[in-house]
């Protein structure tokens, strides 16, 4: 499982604007190959939303499931926010989820049957039957 940590502000290349979810896994301990001791770390990565900002702060705290996996990826620079070093990275980190759910449209058909089916069931369930 994967917590929602925290949200940022972002704009795309046609200039609107939208939030992005920074979203993070559980610890990790990790062997530093500088000093060859073991320091505490998590995972983290951010995904798109259509979410606005109320619901953003709202979300943080949440679970989701899934993951967040390592990828190669072309070289870039990052700049270390709390010393100013410049390193060159080739990884990054994104999110994969754990059960591929594809969103399907439900047709006025499927809804019908699905009331039709649900009617019949109480209407004939001891319980719910009048």
């Given at each position: 499982?994967?917590?929602?940590?925290?949200?940022?502000?972002?704009?795309s290349?046609?200039?609107?604007?939208?939030?992005?979810?920074?979203?993070?896994?559980?610890?990790?301990?990790?062997?530093?190959?500088?000093?060859?001791?073991?320091?505490?770390?998590?995972?983290?990565?951010?995904?798109?939303?259509?979410?606005?900002?109320e619901?953003?702060?709202?979300?943080?705290?949440?679970?989701?499931?899934?993951?967040?996996?390592?990828?190669?990826?072309?070289?870039?620079?990052?700049?270390?926010?709390?010393?100013?070093?410049?390193?060159?990275?080739?990884?990054?980190?994104?999110?994969?989820?754990?059960?591929?759910?594809?969103?399907?449209?439900?047709?006025?058909?499927?809804?019908?049957?699905?009331?039709?089916?649900?009617?019949?069931?109480?209407?004939?369930?001891?319980?719910?039957?009048?």
């Amino acid at each position: 499982m994967l917590r929602i940590v925290n949200f940022k502000e972002r704009e795309s290349d046609d200039g609107s604007t939208f939030f992005a979810l920074t979203i993070q896994g559980g610890v990790e301990l990790v062997k530093s190959n500088a000093t060859g001791n073991f320091y505490a770390t998590a995972r983290k990565t951010s995904i798109t939303s259509t979410f606005d900002e109320e619901t953003c702060k709202a979300l943080i705290g949440s679970q989701i499931p899934g993951k967040i996996v390592k990828r190669e990826c072309e070289p870039y620079t990052f700049t270390i926010k709390e010393t100013g070093e410049i390193i060159e990275l080739s990884h990054r980190y994104e999110y994969i989820s754990e059960a591929p759910s594809e969103r399907e449209d439900m047709s006025d058909s499927t809804i019908d049957d699905f009331v039709l089916t649900e009617s019949a069931q109480e209407k004939n369930h001891p319980l719910l039957a009048s």
